[in-house]
């Protein structure tokens, strides 16, 4: 009887994950295509709706799981995630397609992806994140998104924008797309979650290992997905603003939304150390992209060292 319920655990799992994938790059699809309407520029469509879209399967899955008193798994969730779409999306996007960029927007955004995690560090000191905390989070989201697109709209970017897909997508069928993906996000975050628990009692897993592995990089995929596919289309900004943006919406929306609804208790030395190698990575990225004077770059050689970093990230849980 154990044993069949694990097993059904798992198949819930693995289904949560294709959910989240196929919910998060269709709503990503769905929200680009709105935003042509808008004029926006690449970086900051990379920045915000696709960061967002990618982001979403780490909304539910937190806002579900501290909801359901899962804390470990809604922090978890998003430390791991953003150790994770450095170290693993960046570092394998870098590895197929190394990825160039402009050093000045790397420096501007990645500065706000530190200032956000030293936010979310300080709120973990005082034994978690309250109501309170979690609106200053959402708060900085509003005034972070609002600013980009004020300075990423130009008509002179059009261009761009439209080179993303080679057909245009309707209004309507946009809407629809993105209505569909929700439905699939809250689905699969829904049974993400119970899986996740379930498989983490039958090992004798604690809920942060499980967050911080399986569930990050479940809700990761979407990313990985986002930025590999910007990659080939040598849409470069988009690839690294995605992840950039990503590692913002997962602080400052994530646990901003989750603990404003629900406030999310933790114990700050559990999480010492992985908020230690979040905040490395995120430095990390700034140091490697800006080597050079003029044009920034993430080779083959970085995007090598990134993963090898994560590996040794990931073996050091377990």
């Given at each position: 009887?154990i044993?069949?319920?694990?097993?059904?655990?798992?198949?819930?799992?693995?289904?949560?994950?294709?959910?989240?994938?196929?919910?998060?790059?269709?709503?990503?699809?769905?929200?680009?295509?709105?935003?042509r309407r808008?004029?926006?520029?690449?970086l900051?469509?990379?920045?915000?709706?696709?960061?967002f879209?990618?982001?979403a399967?780490?909304?539910?899955?937190?806002l579900?799981?501290?909801?359901?008193?899962?804390?470990?798994?809604?922090?978890?969730?998003?430390?791991?995630?953003?150790?994770?779409?450095?170290?693993?999306i960046?570092?394998?996007?870098?590895?197929?397609?190394?990825?160039?960029?402009?050093?000045?927007?790397?420096?501007?955004?990645?500065?706000?992806?530190i200032v956000?995690?030293?936010?979310?560090i300080?709120?973990?000191?005082?034994?978690?994140?309250?109501?309170?905390?979690?609106?200053?989070?959402?708060a900085?989201?509003?005034?972070?998104?609002?600013?980009?697109?004020?300075?990423?709209?130009?008509?002179?970017?059009?261009?761009?924008?439209?080179d993303?897909?080679?057909?245009?997508?309707?209004v309507?069928?946009?809407?629809g797309l993105?209505v569909l993906?929700?439905?699939?996000?809250?689905?699969?975050?829904?049974?993400?979650?119970d899986g996740?628990?379930?498989?983490?009692?039958?090992?004798?897993?604690?809920?942060?290992?499980?967050?911080?592995?399986i569930?990050?990089l479940?809700?990761?995929?979407?990313?990985?997905?986002?930025?590999?596919?910007?990659?080939?289309?040598?849409?470069?900004?988009i690839?690294?603003?995605?992840?950039i943006?990503s590692?913002?919406?997962?602080?400052?929306?994530?646990?901003?939304?989750?603990?404003?609804?629900?406030?999310?208790?933790?114990?700050?030395?559990?999480?010492?150390?992985?908020?230690i190698?979040?905040?490395?990575?995120?430095?990390?990225?700034?140091?490697?992209?800006?080597?050079?004077?003029?044009?920034?770059?993430?080779?083959?050689?970085?995007?090598?060292?990134?993963?090898?970093?994560?590996?040794?990230?990931?073996?050091?849980?377990?």
């Amino acid at each position: 009887m154990i044993l069949s319920g694990t097993i059904w655990a798992v198949i819930k799992l693995l289904a949560g994950f294709v959910l989240l994938f196929f919910g998060g790059d269709w709503l990503v699809e769905g929200g680009v295509a709105l935003a042509r309407r808008f004029r926006i520029s690449p970086l900051v469509i990379g920045m915000t709706i696709v960061a967002f879209g990618t982001s979403a399967p780490e909304l539910l899955v937190s806002l579900i799981s501290a909801i359901k008193g899962s804390a470990g798994i809604a922090i978890g969730n998003v430390v791991g995630s953003n150790i994770a779409n450095i170290g693993l999306i960046l570092g394998l996007t870098a590895l197929i397609c190394p990825i160039e960029t402009d050093n000045s927007k790397v420096i501007r955004h990645g500065s706000i992806m530190i200032v956000a995690s030293l936010l979310l560090i300080v709120f973990a000191l005082n034994s978690g994140i309250t109501r309170i905390e979690g609106l200053i989070l959402f708060a900085c989201l509003i005034l972070f998104t609002t600013i980009s697109v004020r300075k990423g709209r130009t008509q002179q970017q059009e261009t761009d924008i439209d080179d993303l897909d080679g057909k245009p997508m309707t209004v309507l069928a946009a809407i629809g797309l993105i209505v569909l993906s929700c439905g699939m996000l809250a689905f699969g975050a829904d049974i993400l979650v119970d899986g996740a628990t379930t498989v983490a009692s039958a090992l004798g897993v604690s809920d942060k290992v499980i967050g911080l592995t399986i569930v990050a990089l479940g809700t990761s995929l979407p990313e990985l997905a986002a930025s590999v596919a910007a990659a080939f289309k040598k849409q470069m900004d988009i690839s690294i603003g995605n992840v950039i943006g990503s590692n913002i919406f997962n602080i400052l929306c994530v646990l901003g939304v989750s603990a404003s609804i629900k406030p999310i208790s933790l114990e700050f030395q559990d999480y010492a150390n992985d908020f230690i190698w979040m905040m490395g990575f995120s430095i990390f990225i700034i140091i490697f992209t800006t080597m050079r004077k003029k044009k920034g770059r993430l080779g083959r050689t970085a995007g090598i060292l990134f993963l090898l970093a994560y590996a040794v990230y990931a073996w050091s849980l377990f």
